[in-house]
């Protein structure tokens, strides 16, 4: 019972007592409370009830002329979208200690890692080197890359999370990564192949955009520069035998930028992120 609007003992206005959880950083978005996960860690319900997420894996690391996947994305805000052209996926009911795991971003010519919030799971980013057999596939996929010498396939992205990253003509001009929202672009006689633009969501209360392809290597003929980031956090391609591949954004499973050569020139992944809402009052 309530006097004068107040609430008395920790219950609502109306009687009811509210929902609440520990895990994560905690703020609050008009009737929401929401928990924003950037490493790993668990998620405790006061008690049994239905919430919203977004869930996004770690980015792919550029490759040796690709741009990296961003990781996948799934979301079942109403509204929104998840990645790949998904709708929104149904609410999860979560009761008693969740686990939340934040993947992280991969190194150069490595995957990034799965990001999962009990039952739902997130692929990482894909990358892929002219040298390893895994055609760089991940829950959106690495950019393509081909010269005199070799010939990379295009990662495919995983349905419903990411697209899949961008072709390659030739010449040492590198494909974008796939991103959420679209397919990396593809590496021409003209430029290199930015990254595929990745989802935008406000679960936080704030338009953010997340998971963007990485930008492919420029081969430097014509002045042309690398592959730009995706938006959502993919970083820049660089430029053959000069700039390096810019790192994905931290906490928005951004794509690395692709580079020629040692992979320590190349653009690492972004991490990550798992994000929680929940109505306080059903």
Do not use: C
Request: overall charge negative; aromatic content about 4%; charged content about 10%.
């Amino acid at each position: 019972m309530s006097m004068f609007g107040y609430n008395i003992l920790g219950f609502g206005s109306d009687g009811r007592t509210p929902n609440s959880a520990t895990g994560g950083t905690i703020t609050t978005s008009g009737a929401y409370s929401v928990h924003v996960f950037n490493s790993s860690g668990t998620f405790t319900p006061s008690g049994t009830f239905d919430v919203e997420y977004v869930v996004v894996a770690g980015g792919g690391g550029g490759s040796s002329g690709g741009g990296g996947g961003a990781g996948g994305y799934r979301s079942s805000v109403s509204g929104e979208s998840s990645g790949g052209g998904a709708s929104a996926e149904d609410a999860l009911e979560v009761s008693g200690a969740t686990t939340v795991t934040v993947g992280a971003g991969g190194a150069g010519n490595t995957g990034g890692g799965d990001s999962v919030f009990g039952s739902i799971t997130s692929q990482g980013g894909g990358s892929r080197s002219t040298s390893n057999p895994n055609p760089g596939q991940g829950g959106s996929g690495s950019g393509s890359y081909s010269s005199n010498r070799t010939n990379v396939p295009i990662g495919a992205g995983t349905a419903n999370q990411g697209f899949s990253g961008g072709s390659s003509t030739g010449g040492a001009i590198g494909g974008g990564g796939g991103g959420a929202s679209e397919v990396g672009g593809n590496g021409t006689g003209s430029g290199s192949g930015d990254g595929g633009d990745g989802v935008e969501s406000s679960i936080t209360g704030s338009a953010v955009t997340r998971a963007g392809g990485g930008g492919g290597l420029s081969s430097g003929d014509e002045g042309n520069n690398g592959g730009a980031g995706g938006a959502g956090g993919g970083g820049a391609g660089g430029v053959s035998g000069s700039g390096s591949g810019v790192d994905g954004t931290a906490n928005t499973g951004g794509g690395g930028g692709g580079q020629s050569g040692a992979a320590s020139g190349i653009g690492s992944g972004g991490s990550g992120v798992v994000i929680v809402r929940f109505l306080k009052y059903d």
